[in-house]
């Protein structure tokens, strides 16, 4: 395609020159290249107009640099020889072949260096309409792609990355940024390590306590790897135990190795492994057979000054294929969207899969997981086809028994009052994201006038195999009036109380 599109008519065949030429950024002003010495025909002296200055913020490593790193302004800028450059291409042209493509650079790899750069500038043709863009770049099956967005308006943005803190000055607050099916590459460990019970922001605290230098980001990995990781790997996780800050017997206490709940995670701050020009310091994959698909890095952005505030974040599309035969439910979809939360990845084969796009019934997800609402408000309602909300129902205590009875008295304007409800979330082969901390979550910021006392069964049996996030929950709730907390237990017929996405 790339040959194909720079032998088009419209192309440009120059060999770009000026600013435009390919240039190779070194530590040292000596023309080695590789084994090859005078290999450089010379260097673009910083006060030159083809010299390319990195932003002040800029961070990166490259082979040959000194000892702790170096500041971008005291990088050379080498020039290649004409007989490297000859093959160079830089065109922008509409093709009508290829009409996604805005432009292309070709180079010719002379001397093989992988761990030394190359430096050369792109640019956005004028006229270009607002929207995101996509930078791709592909080596011998080798490739990465930089994501652009191009904004209205007719002013260049002063210093877009900020401008680093002057000396002294305190960090702001840290802001991290989420990056799912990430983990941090052999980074320096920051203790102590923490088993979540519902959210990360522990970690994500005890990170914030320490300078950015000391602790840049947060790993959050599963403790127990899914069936989907082949075997020779599924007892391998990224997890650094010691008989300090992060104890194999505190992590693993109350949890039941024999029956892995592939959700519990843990989480502990890191001192990333240096970047280099080439090179991230963390993982992404998109494969699920590798355990870091079920991973999340939490990454501290950069304390820097900006001139102008950042525009908050905008919502990713959901993901739910993955591979050619996984897929997510549409509800895990949905919270896998929110960008304040760790994603949890319960992939499903392919013959269970649905478009959630465009889904079969009307899913919904809030940040409790499943939205449990209208509990006692009386009445009864079909959700859809299969799950119905049943109300008015009394639960007399914690046996399991309803009965149709007033047990305090009436409101007002005549109503009875509900003393108690009994939510049934099924799992089996629906897949179900609650758990006992987002019921007691939900029960104290939705449902206050319910007693803090609950009581959360679980049904294994109902569970997928290996899929326990799919079992079976009975939660139980009673309204805080002494009425009802002092009501006698009558047995009575079971109602299911059931509001599923």
Known sequence: MMDDYLAEAGADKKVPSGKWSRWHRSAKNDKVHGKMAGYFVGNVPKTNGNYITRDATFEGTFAGQPKGGIKPADVFQMTYPAACLKDDRLTYHKSSKYPWVIGMRRAKICVHEPSRPDVALLQFPTGTKPGNYIVHYRWNGYYDAIDVEIVGGSKNVAKPYGIPLPPGQAEPPAVYQKIDHCEFKNPAFRF??????????????????????????????????????PAAFRNKTNIKFDDNTCKKSDVFRGVDKTKPDYNIKVCYGVKAAPRTDISVDFHVTNDPEDPAFYSTCWKRVPPAALLTPAPPAKPKPQEYVFGYDKCLSCPWAKRSVVYNKTALWPLRNGNRCVNCDKPPIKYTASQYGIWLNNLGAGGRGQ?????????????????????????????????????????????????????????????????????????LSRIEAQALDGRPETAQYLVHLIRNLPCCLNAPLVPAAKTTVARLP
């Open 192 to 229: 102590p390590c923490m088993r979540m019970m519902n959210t990360e922001k522990a970690c994500l605290l005890t990170c914030a306590r320490n300078n950015y230098i000391a602790c840049d980001g947060v790993n959050v990995v599963s403790l127990f790897n899914r069936n989907s990781v």
């Open 383 to 455: 959700y859809n086809k299969t799950h119905k909300v049943v109300n008015g129902w009394r639960h007399d205590g914690f046996n399991g028994n309803w009965r149709k009875a007033e047990a305090c008295p009436k409101l007002a304007n005549g109503n009875s009052q509900s003393c108690n409800a009994r939510i049934r979330v099924l799992g089996n082969s629906l897949d179900v994201d609650v758990i006992e901390a987002d019921v007691a979550k939900l029960r104290a910021t939705k449902y206050p006038t319910f007693s803090k006392v609950y009581q």
